[in-house]
């Protein structure tokens, strides 16, 4: 499966984004998706997972309550909505698919190519 990420940009502090990643195979409802974050100088960090059918999700305590990750199978695309955005999660975000559903991205088989999310003070 291939991933495409899109909808980052730069964005005050206390706003809101949503980014979107579109899956091109046929295959998109039998994968975990995952959402990573990369800030620079920094480790490929964890943001939130979204099982098969939609129903389990988990996220990363730095997230928690201003995140919310969801998919649509018919659609192909999974969607990340960031809301009272932190100059802290400034970023390039991931999102990935992967048969297990985890938060380590050795978990996930297939990457997108990231978006930069940039937040100000």
């Known amino acids: 499966v291939q991933l495409q990420a899109s909808g980052g940009g730069l964005v005050q502090a206390g706003g809101s984004l949503r980014l979107s990643c579109a899956a091109f195979?046929?295959?998109?409802?039998?994968?975990?998706m995952g959402w990573f974050r990369q800030a620079p100088g920094k480790g490929r960090e964890f943001v939130a997972v979204v099982g098969r059918s939609g129903a389990s999700t988990s996220y990363a305590d730095s997230v928690k309550g201003r995140f919310t990750v969801s998919r649509d199978n018919a659609e192909n695309t999974v969607y990340l909505q960031m809301n009272s955005l932190k100059p802290e999660d400034t970023a390039v975000y991931y999102c990935a698919a992967g048969e297990r559903y985890g938060s380590r991205p050795h978990s996930y088989d297939y990457w997108g190519q990231g978006t930069l999310v940039t937040v100000s003070s």
């Open positions: 195979g046929r295959t998109f409802r039998s994968y975990t």
